[in-house]
């Protein structure tokens, strides 16, 4: 398998182990009309996410045709979760979470769908009116704008609890499909050239060693970078972003 760089190993590819993002996630506490406090109700269409938590206690409460669940979160519990999980975190005081992401470059280009109500979902303008925080704003109304749009997917994400049989959550997967048709072809590139790349140089490399050839160990470098962004308001809460996402 060729590099996405122009040949067989080719350009190395030079973001994180396996082309995944790291983020340090500060949970929101801001309480929700059901009485929980925590992040914003959604779902990666192509990515899992991965969870080990460093401070504080919680849970993240999971949709899924399987049925709901709800995962303790304490000092030293690694979880995750596979595309297509509708979840939630729920903050029960100071949870702070390393958040892994599959596929590097996939969540930043909008591979997340929030559990707006129905009518959101159907009009692409209306769902990115609710849903984005504009980034030249003060932080004040950066804030009642991810408080805004945390409560509308839990009004969506309520629905979807209250809602009998796999029907309502079948209709918000095809609702979310057709959200994101027409980012898919850029959705590909940026995987081609994070995720596949990463495991096509670990391919390489293996050829190479079966060949007796040591040279791509001569190779080695050393990486260390620090967040490229503090307190970012994100889905689920105040997020420490690292520069590791692929074009």
Same mark, same amino acid.
């Given at each position: 398998?060729e ?11 030079d ?8 983020s ?13 406090r925590?992040?914003t109700?959604?779902?990666?269409l ?15 409460q999971?949709?899924t045709t399987?049925?709901?669940a ?7 519990t690694?979880a995750?979760f596979t595309?297509?999980?509708?979840h939630?975190?729920?903050n ?5 979470i ?5 596929n ?6 909008? &591979?997340?769908?929030?559990?707006l109500?129905p009518?959101? !979902? *159907? #009009?692409?303008?209306?769902y +990115? /009116?609710?849903t ?9 109304e950066q804030?009642?704008?991810?408080r805004?749009r ?5 009004e ?11 029907d309502?959550?079948?209709a918000?997967?095809?609702a ?10 850029d959705?590909r590139?940026?995987w ?10 670990t391919?390489?490399?293996? &050829?190479r060693?079966a060949?007796?050839?040591?040279g791509? !160990? *001569? #190779?080695?470098?050393?990486h +260390? /970078?620090q ?5 970012k ?10 520069p590791?996402?692929?074009?």
């Open positions: 398998m590099s996405a760089y122009g040949g067989p190993g080719a350009g190395a590819f973001g994180l182990p396996g082309g995944v993002a790291v340090h996630l500060s949970v929101y506490d801001w309480p929700a009309a059901d009485g929980c925590g992040g109700p959604h779902l990666h192509t990515c899992s996410e991965g969870y080990v938590v460093t401070a504080g206690r919680g849970a993240v999971t949709l399987a049925g709901y709800e995962t303790p979160l304490a000092p030293g690694v995750w595309p297509g999980t509708v939630r975190l729920v029960e005081g100071g949870l702070r390393v958040v892994l992401m599959q590097s470059g996939l969540p930043e280009a909008g &591979d997340a769908v929030l559990t109500p009518e959101y !979902l *159907a #009009d692409p303008r209306a +990115a /009116e609710a984005t925080i504009p980034a030249d704003a003060p932080r004040a804030e009642r704008v991810a805004a945390r409560d509308l997917a839990v969506g994400y309520r629905a979807l609890r209250a809602a009998r049989g796999p309502a959550l079948a918000f997967h095809a979310a499909t057709a959200l994101v048709r027409d980012r898919l072809d959705w590139t940026r081609e050239r994070g995720a596949a790349a990463a495991a096509a140089e391919g390489h490399r293996l &050829d060693l060949a007796g050839d040591s791509t !160990l *001569a #190779d080695a470098t050393v +260390a /970078e967040p490229v962004e503090q307190g308001f994100g889905m689920c809460g105040l997020l420490d972003v690292y590791f996402a692929r074009p």
